[in-house]
């Protein structure tokens, strides 16, 4: 299986500051299809799951563009610019390439 | 307004059986690959199966292959898990999602599976 190493594991953060979650995949989740099937999800204390990056770089509607997603090959990168107090949460990088498909430990994010 | 409610959680004895439903709405339920991916409690996620637009094609994670069964009925826009031979670990929670890889990537809030004596 694709393992995903997200780090860091924890991140506090000062509002308003930016913040990144790097995840890096024990394969290239490069699709024969020529798409990146590399996706970013938000989990808020006590709710489900929330997509918030698709194919490496692409928001999903309604994610604020403070989010941002960017990499290439095995390394992927989740940045959020200007963290507001809404952003606590867990966020898991996730490739859609390798069956199964996996996901990282999760990046636990909190303000400082 | 795209709805996608789970549905069919419940607390099971080990070995028995439970059905889940995906009830769903607001998107074009028939053009898109549909997902099951589990969350045991406290604990990451877990891509569980997968199922083609037109049910053609099926994949599953190893630790439940010869148990579930994922289906859909694409006249009702549902999709289903059928779970047999549950065990402690298939404790989760398991949520439906839509369009997983696409610009669609619905996801429910989950319906909680306990499996205990």
């Known amino acids: 299986d694709v393992v995903m190493t997200q780090s860091p594991l924890s991140l506090p953060v000062t509002l308003g500051q930016s913040a990144s979650i790097f995840c890096r995949c024990s394969?290239?989740?490069?699709?024969?299809?020529?798409?990146?099937?590399l996706n970013w999800f938000q989990q808020r204390p006590g709710q489900s799951p929330r997509r918030l990056i698709y194919k490496v770089s692409n928001r999903d509607s309604g994610v604020p563009d403070r989010f941002s997603g960017s990499g290439s090959g095995t390394d992927f990168t989740l940045k959020i610019s200007r963290v507001e107090a809404e952003d606590v949460g867990v966020y898991y990088c996730?490739?859609?390439?390798?069956?199964?498909?996996?996901f990282g430990q999760g990046t636990k994010v909190e303000i400082k | 307004e795209v709805q996608v409610v789970e549905s069919g959680g419940d607390l099971v004895q080990p070995g028995g059986s439970l059905r889940l439903s995906c009830a769903t709405s607001?998107?074009?339920?028939?053009?898109?690959?549909m997902s099951w991916v589990r969350q045991a409690p406290g604990k990451g996620l877990e891509w569980v199966a997968n199922i083609k637009y037109d049910g053609s094609e099926k994949s599953y994670v190893d630790s439940v292959k010869g148990r579930f069964t994922i289906s859909r009925d694409n006249t009702k826009n549902s999709l289903f898990l059928q779970m047999n031979s549950l065990r402690a670990d298939d404790t989760a929670v398991y949520y439906c999602?839509?369009?997983?890889?696409?610009?669609?990537?619905?996801w429910g809030q989950g319906t909680l599976v306990t499996v205990s004596s």
């Open positions: 999602a839509g369009d997983p890889l696409g610009p669609g990537g619905y």
């Open positions: 996730m490739q859609g390439t390798h069956w199964p498909w996996t």
């Open positions: 394969q290239s989740p490069l699709n024969d299809d020529g798409n990146t099937y």
């Open positions: 607001g998107f074009s339920f028939n053009y898109y690959w």
